[in-house]
């Protein structure tokens, strides 16, 4: 058995780890007699506006170790956390890692510590989107092969792991922590007008959110833009722009006149944003889960979704990867009944249960070897 306080690594990197994260950095810090617990921003995602912002509103605060990795190709980028977090954690020598997601930090760090023989935990284990040619889609695969203690948020990503022979003891369905942010933040964002701030009213636009590379690095991006020119002719469109989107649309000289382009923007500001709209048109994964705990009918631009609880539970809706779908949204809203249900567990508690777990499991696992 190992003794009290157990000494655990959350490594986090990029925009959507943070609101994953910051529950359970929390909780583990509400309970420094039985956490030691030490941060590590890999710097996959580095602008103020994609890292910083979030870290303050979501009161993470400065991490305890900057990785810096930056851009770079998945090789380089995968190699570079690797690189830079083994001399880390052999200085460290923890009892348990913990990443979240699917991003390259994630599988990075978790390869890093299985290989250094020190035990993985998984932050939404189990996801699948059954599509290997999405980066996320790999990582998540082998993030959960290397893990043994698999969180998961829905029974479905409980079922995939356990067909892909996960033993059920390393299985605990604690519920959706990007969910225990939303909720822990909504008075502030309920409290800002973003809307108002862009010239919008009130459930009356369409909010945007374009990025993965299917279709921002082709032909489809320019597509999708004449399309959302249609939309906004029939209800405001607004496009907080990530910076792969931005660089792909310079590049490509791709611009849109009536629909409004916003920067990327903080979490509060977004989640402000997204509760009063009409309708959210995306390919994020993490915005399905959050339209469905507010009620927001949202369009996902994606053959599959990793998160169909959202589907059939929620208020989403699969347009297909293909945007000449999308001028279609104003009739689709006109006809849809989502369910509007959230699903069990994402009640703003799965932080909480989550460290329950680990304070149980951790002091179970095997040693790691000096
Ligand atoms: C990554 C994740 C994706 C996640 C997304 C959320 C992988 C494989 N992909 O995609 O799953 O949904 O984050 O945003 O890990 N850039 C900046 N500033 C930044 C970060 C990125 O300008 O702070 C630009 C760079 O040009 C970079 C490009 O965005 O080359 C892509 O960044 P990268 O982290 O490689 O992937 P994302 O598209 O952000």
Known sequence: MRSSPQTVVSVIGTRPNFMKMAPVIRALADRPGDFQQVVVHTGQHYDRAMS???????????????????????????????????????ELAPDLVLVPGDVNSTMAAALTAAKLDIPVGHVEAGLRSFDRTMPEEINRVVTDQLS???????????????????????????????????????????????????????????????HRPALVDGGLLRVALEQLEIVARTVPVIFPIHPRTRAAM???????????????????????????ARAVLTDSGGIQEETTYLGIPCFTLRDNTERPITCSLGTNTLLGLDP?????????????????????????????????????????????PA
């Open 52 to 90: 910083e912002v979030f870290l303050e509103q979501l009161g993470v605060g400065v991490p305890d170790h900057m990785l810096g990795v930056g851009s770079a190709s998945h090789a380089t980028q995968t190699a570079r956390v690797m690189q830079r977090l083994e001399p880390l954690l052999l």
């Open 148 to 210: 043994s203690l698999l969180f998961t948020h829905s029974p479905e990503a409980t079922g995939h792991l356990l067909r892909e022979g996960c033993r059920a003891s390393d299985i605990h369905l604690v519920g959706n922590t990007m969910i225990d942010t939303l909720v822990a933040m909504r008075e502030r964002f309920e409290a800002l007008d973003t809307a108002a701030a862009h010239g919008l009213r009130r459930g009356d636009y369409v909010v945007v959110t374009l």
């Open 250 to 276: 310079a590049a490509g000289a791709i611009s849109a006149s009536h629909v409004l382009l916003a920067d990327p923007l903080g979490y509060l500001e977004f989640l402000s944003l997204v509760a009063s």
């Open 324 to 368: 000449m779908r999308i001028a279609k949204i104003p009739d689709l809203l006109e006809r849809a009944q989502p369910s509007g249900q959230i699903p069990p567990l994402w009640d703003g508690h799965a932080a909480r249960r989550l460290v329950d777990v680990l304070h149980d499991a951790v002091a179970c696992l095997p040693c790691t």
